[in-house]
């Protein structure tokens, strides 16, 4: 006989309670664009509305507001290098209980920042999450008698991020299919276990990034799965999923997908330029999936939760720029050029008659071809979309320059 799962839907109730009031009510919103473009009714659910821009808050209060008088006086501490650290701190220090943050000391200083900003104490300790964790255990909990808010593998923990579906089914009875984000399976634990409550027929969906695919490298007992390298979808990023959230995700997962970096990144550039809302990577992946593979979701009822918003400005507009290339709305060209006055401006007007935007030119003269009367023009040019791009390069052909190269989102061609 297998051990009952950790949390109930009844849990999942009793924490919507306790938290009503002390975290935002997020709206829950139908996209009529990603729905055309992936071919299902899509409905986001904005958790990076949340004041720390994340679905934590749920879990973090609902954790807090279980303290006994004596474990409030002690303190909490938590592992975290994002949002989880961010929301044990606001909600410790808005009920006035101190909260100790172990965090990597390669954390990017503006995490550390926010967190102590909003009333955390941060200690930065060993290079890895591993080693924060390790640290804080022997250290705070063990040691120093603080209670643990540990960011997923805690019953009220999960129970408070289940409170999401609550809302979601709430304002949108007939979703037919739920897509959630899985890291250490906190988050997909507890809105599973409540939404087959409401709806045993409901299809729930778990994502991982392909190189942090705890869950399904756990279900399939090969931990060598787990590949680890660069994401930007670094708050999924974890290579062991929780001893208590994987028994839910095997019982109620109908199926577990994985989604590569170049999709995550169109989700979060979609997001940004179609519902004008900032989402991480990890808060773009149940997007990542449609886009993946939306054959596989046609015609369907689709709850997508957007579960963060703390991307870094500069990786967000990097991820936004890769994206004008991939749609070769940014296209870079290389044009062999005769080195004589008044040439460049017959290119840059020959672009502008055919509408192009110039964004960025490069004369150069040392490393041009055969002969040392002609130049490269290395030029990055805007355009509307990959047909107005063609146009543009067909204009130049047919005022006589020679293209050698173009580079926009569909490769490199000589």
Not at 6 to 27: N, S, Y
């Amino acid at each position: 006989m297998s051990e009952p799962l950790a949390i109930t839907a009844d849990d999942v109730r009793d924490a919507a309670r306790v938290i009503a009031g002390q975290v935002l009510r997020t709206p829950c919103a139908p996209s009529l664009v990603l729905s055309k473009l992936t071919g299902a009714e899509v409905w986001l659910k904005f958790e990076n509305f949340q004041f720390t821009a994340s679905f934590k808050e749920r879990g973090a209060i609902n954790k807090l507001a279980r303290l006994t008088q004596a474990e409030r006086e002690a303190g909490v501490a938590a592992m975290s290098a994002g949002n989880h650290a961010q929301a044990v701190a606001h909600h410790a220090t808005r009920l006035g209980i101190r909260s100790v943050i172990v965090m990597p000391v390669n954390t990017p200083f503006t995490k550390v920042r926010n967190t102590r900003d909003l009333g955390g104490e941060v200690i930065l300790h060993g290079e890895t999450l591993a080693d924060a964790f390790d640290y804080m255990q022997r250290e705070l909990v063990e040691q120093g008698g603080m209670t643990l808010v540990h960011p997923y593998d805690d019953p009220y923990v999960m129970a408070g991020q289940g409170t999401i579906v609550l809302e979601m089914l709430a304002d949108v009875p007939d979703l037919d299919t739920l897509v959630i984000p899985i890291g250490g399976g906190g988050l997909f634990s507890g809105n599973a276990i409540a939404a087959h409550d409401l709806n045993p027929k409901l299809r729930i969906v778990g994502v991982e990034s392909a190189g942090y695919c705890s869950a399904y490298a756990s279900i399939q007992g090969d931990p060598s799965l787990v590949r680890g390298g660069p994401t930007i979808a670094e708050g999924i990023a974890v290579k062991g999923i929780g001893k208590r959230t994987l028994p839910i995700i095997r019982a109620h997962a109908d199926e577990l997908v994985r989604v590569d970096e170049p999709s995550i990144e169109r989700a979060v550039g979609l997001l940004a330029n179609v519902e004008k809302v900032v989402a991480e990577g990890a808060g773009a992946t149940g997007l990542a999936a449609l886009l993946s593979d939306p054959a596989r979701y046609a015609g369907r009822k689709i709850g997508l939760i957007v579960c963060g918003g703390n991307i870094d400005p500069r990786l967000l507009a990097s991820v936004l720029l890769r994206q004008l290339v991939h749609e070769s709305r940014l296209v870079s060209l290389s044009i062999e050029i005769e080195d004589s006055p008044g040439f460049l401006a017959r290119v840059a007007g020959c672009v502008g008659t055919a509408g192009g935007n110039i964004v960025q030119v490069h004369h150069e003269r040392l490393s041009a071809g055969s002969h040392a009367k002609r130049a490269t023009l290395e030029m990055l040019v805007e355009a509307q979309d990959v047909a107005h791009a063609n146009q543009i390069i067909a204009a130049l052909a047919e005022a006589g320059h020679v293209v050698r190269r173009v580079h926009g989102g569909y490769g490199e061609f000589e």
